[in-house]
């Protein structure tokens, strides 16, 4: 034989791994095994021998064709993944880098807050609830035990959605609060139950404090033996770790709301002074929240026996603890949309508010 099989074992198998791209691994392949590669003719050489020595050499041709084949192919298999490594270290891109041909976006402190909010009651075992916006007038007032002619109706400033004329039906409306989520929870999942539903609401109001769309967040918690204990050490916690300090000044005023009894609200102690609004000093109040126990009419209409189970509920302005909390001192600049007002009080886009990592850094 001219060439020894070792001799040719040993050049393709140093050539395909020398092999540097899938092209000249293509060509060895040719050369060695290909119809007129090397191997190939070798074969065919196999039908001018003897018998005694095709025994011997047919066998070995074929399996040094195998080896041939097979480190071709795993060759092959590692320039691919070579190559899409190297796709991989030369096309990778940092996500979280900064935009730079567009000015960045910032978090609305609305948006910011209502996170805030959802982590500090999350870590109590408040799950996050939601309702429409547009809601019938049985879920906003009937419900939660306002009848038709009860003045709550009048004094939340209600707006009504349209009618088509000779539709007898009482008006939607825009939700006046959330407090319509408990009754949709309590429907929804029973008893017991413990979540929060932030979200807008709509009354026909404008000042400082007072928008006609605003943010609450709702809280329900109903199980068995749940007192105004219970909600006064919630609120307090809340107030607390949203506020990052170890004490606040709350202030428990008695109050009526037809869906709890016993009601209270609750102020926090501020300051105005120099138009700067600070939270824990001063001689003002500003109110945050409405609550109460939850009113067994309320229940019964949510399909909860009164009997068996009980809780509390409070309904606290968003908007507000956010004012108190960054020290904004008009409420109406939030829906303004000045991109300066929002460069300035915005937060940036990728720091998630959480317990661990800090609320509001
Ligand atoms: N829904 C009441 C409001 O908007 C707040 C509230 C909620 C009061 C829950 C008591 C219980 O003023």
Redesign the pocket.
Known sequence: METGMDDLRQKYLGLISGAADEASLENLRVQAVGKKGEISLKMRGLGKMSPEERKEAGPALNALKDEINSALAAKKSALADAALDARLQSEWLDVSLPGRRYRQGTIHPISQVTEEVSAIFADMGFAVAEGPQIDSDWYNFDALNIPGHHPARAEMDTFYMHRAEGDERAPNVLR????PVQIRSMEAHGAPIRIIAPGR?YRADYDQTHTPMFH?V?GLAIDKGISMANLKWVLEEFVKAYFEVDAVDLRFRASH?P??EP?AEVDIRCSWEGGTLKVGEGDDWLEI????MVHPKVLQNSGVDPAEWQGF???MGIDRIAMLKYGIPDLRAFFDSDLRWLRHYGFAALDQPNLHGGLSR
């Open positions: 006046t609060h959330t407090s609401v609450q709702e709301f869906f709890t009601s929240l409405g609550s109460g509920a409070f309904g």
